[in-house]
């Protein structure tokens, strides 16, 4: 059991260290950083109104279309929900592909180097 502990006390360190000269490398901040603007700025251009994209995000579309779905005097709704899911899943798409493709970048950038 005591080999198992130290097994993984060395595998932790080993990733403690490849992760820590990964962050200490200019290039990696800069990619990150700009990867992570342009992924705003994507979604701010997908989405018709970029106030709303957090709640988007973190609602599923029943939840967040009746937060965020646009209303006139009389209370029906301007926007139908089937306009409304497509944004939905497309901001979401967005958002969750930017991520797939940074922790990709990261897994690379470990094994690589």
């Known amino acids: 059991m005591d080999n198992f502990i130290?097994?993984?006390q060395g595998l932790a360190r080993s990733l403690?260290?490849?992760i820590g000269s990964i962050l200490n490398q200019e290039m990696v901040w800069g990619f990150a950083l700009g990867f992570c603007a342009s992924t705003l700025i994507h979604m701010?251009?997908?989405a018709q109104n970029p106030l709303y994209v957090p709640s988007m995000i973190m609602k599923t579309a029943p939840d967040s279309?009746?937060?965020?779905?646009?209303r006139n005097k009389s209370g029906t709704y301007e926007m139908s929900y089937a306009q409304y899911s497509q944004e939905h899943s497309r901001v979401r798409l967005a958002f969750y592909l930017a991520i797939?493709?940074?922790l990709i970048v990261i897994a690379?950038?470990?094994i690589r180097y």
């Open 6 to 8: 130290f097994g993984m």
């Open 16 to 18: 403690n260290i490849s």
């Open 44 to 46: 701010f251009i997908v």
């Open 65 to 70: 279309f009746t937060k965020v779905a646009p």
């Open 100 to 102: 797939m493709v940074f």
């Open 108 to 110: 690379v950038a470990l």
